[in-house]
Nanobody, 123 residues
Framework: QVHLVESGGELVQAGGSLRLSCAAS????????MGWFRQAPGKEREFVAA????????WYGDSVKGRFTISRDNAKNTVYLQMSSLKAEDTAVYYC????????????????WGQGTQVTVSS
């Protein structure tokens, strides 16, 4: 069982930057592919980014490509999401998730989820 806790969400102005963190415990972090998803009010949960267990490969949703960067530090059991050039439409609750199947862009591919952290971008 993997326990995930996100942090770093806050209110930020459009054009600004923010780094989210997700700390994992209770499992072998380096065995899991990790992903970030987000959900805005009234919208479906959306894939943001994913990274393989060793950090060797990453993927991004089209809406964040070129602005967001996912990374991980297996020594710290933590995955990060560096967000820059933030827009009002990036406002959402951001969730990190862990998968045993390598990586994925769909929610159902992930086995464990954090509680989420709120990011609000003011325009």
């Amino acid at each position: 069982q993997v326990h995930l806790v996100e942090s770093g969400g806050e209110l930020v102005q459009a054009g600004g930057s923010l780094r989210l963190s997700c700390a994992a415990s209770g499992g072998t972090f380096s065995s899991y592919g990790m992903g970030w998803f987000r959900q805005a009010p009234g919208k479906e949960r959306e894939f943001v980014a994913a990274i393989t267990h060793d950090g060797g490969s990453t993927w991004y949703g089209d809406s964040v490509k070129g602005r967001f960067t996912i990374s991980r530090d297996n020594a710290k059991n933590t995955v990060y999401l560096q967000m820059s050039s933030l827009k009002a439409e990036d406002t959402a609750v951001y969730y990190c998730a862990a998968t045993l199947v390598g990586w994925g862009t769909y929610s159902y591919e992930y086995n464990y989820w954090g509680q989420g952290t709120q990011v609000t971008v003011s325009s």
